[in-house]
């Protein structure tokens, strides 16, 4: 693999992670804000709004690392760990949902 290649892979991963990361950490922030203040239709709204685009950007990634894990059969294992960790945010998100609307 040549450095082009290389500088490809280490922009996509750090990329991708930092999405993964920033997607939890504004659901963390929003969930926060809901326990604080309780029932305001602005958070509600603003979560619906940050879902939707969570998921839209997470799915556009998510499909980017798995055409590239097809792709660059060398760096299987590189992106299969981002891949991973893009999904980690889905039982994450499950968790704080049930949390809204349950607790």
């Known amino acids: 693999m040549d ?9 996509l991963g750090r990329f991708s992670t930092a999405i993964a990361l920033v997607s939890f950490g504004i659901g963390t ?8 203040f309780p029932m305001n239709i602005d958070l ?3 979560g619906t709004i940050y879902i939707l685009a969570g998921a839209f950007l997470n799915t556009i ?3 980017h690392l798995v055409i590239q894990i097809i792709a660059k059969q060398k760096m299987q294992e590189y992106y299969a760990i981002k891949i991973l960790i893009i999904l980690s945010n889905i039982p994450v ?6 949390a809204v609307f349950n607790l």
């Not at 450095?3 to 490809?8: A, E, G, K, N, Y």
């Open 61 to 63: 990634v998510l499909v």
């Open 3 to 11: 450095t082009s290649q290389q500088h490809t892979a280490s922009v």
């Open 44 to 46: 509600y709204v603003a």
């Open 29 to 36: 922030i929003l969930l926060g804000f809901h326990f604080l």
């Open 93 to 98: 998100a499950i968790l704080y949902g049930y």
